[in-house]
């Protein structure tokens, strides 16, 4: 799909991700185009799977979730029954907000969300460590902040 995506098109996702309550008017003024084709694109684009869905981004600190975790997880086996029970079982955990399979010798890596160290604790104990295909868990304490974007880098594809 990439390689059908104009720079036009490009151009509107850069927008659209940066600030997606921009209206189609808004949008087209910024590529420099009319605000009927300019909404025909955005239309077709949103057609074609590009967006997946439109959301607000919370500020994690003001509602108190100030601590973030990566645990790297290794399970008992890596069958796939285990895999699966693992991955479904993660799904359902809102404090996990990134799970990945890994190669290396971390067969997943979790990025986690919670208020405290406490809750931290409290979630690996009461939920994580209750799954029985859980070997090891490493947790990596992020101290700094020092980018997080949810912007993909559309601007090297143009």
């Known amino acids: ?9 490009l ?15 808004d949008v087209a003024d910024m590529v420099g185009m009319s605000q009927s084709p300019c909404w025909r694109r955005i239309n077709r684009i949103e ?12 500020d994690r600190h ?36 990134e799970c990945y399979t890994m190669t290396g010798i971390w067969d997943y890596m979790l990025k986690i969300i919670v208020k405290d160290i406490r809750n931290y604790e409290s979630f690996v104990r009461d939920r994580l460590l209750c799954l029985p ?10 101290v700094t902040e020092i980018k997080n974007s949810t912007e993909l880098p559309l601007k090297t594809q143009l």
């Open 1 to 9: 799909m990439s390689t059908e995506l104009s720079k036009q098109d």
């Open 11 to 25: 151009s509107i996702l850069a927008i659209l991700q940066t600030d997606a309550s921009k209206t189609s008017s």
């Open 47 to 58: 057609q074609n799977g590009l967006i997946r869905k439109k959301v607000a981004l919370l």
């Open 62 to 97: 003001v509602l108190g979730m100030d601590l973030v975790v990566f645990a790297t997880i290794n399970l008992t086996a890596s069958g796939r029954q285990n895999l699966q029970e693992f991955e479904l079982s993660v799904e359902n955990f809102d404090e996990v907000v």
């Open 133 to 142: 295909m859980i070997r090891e868990i490493h947790s990596h304490i992020a």
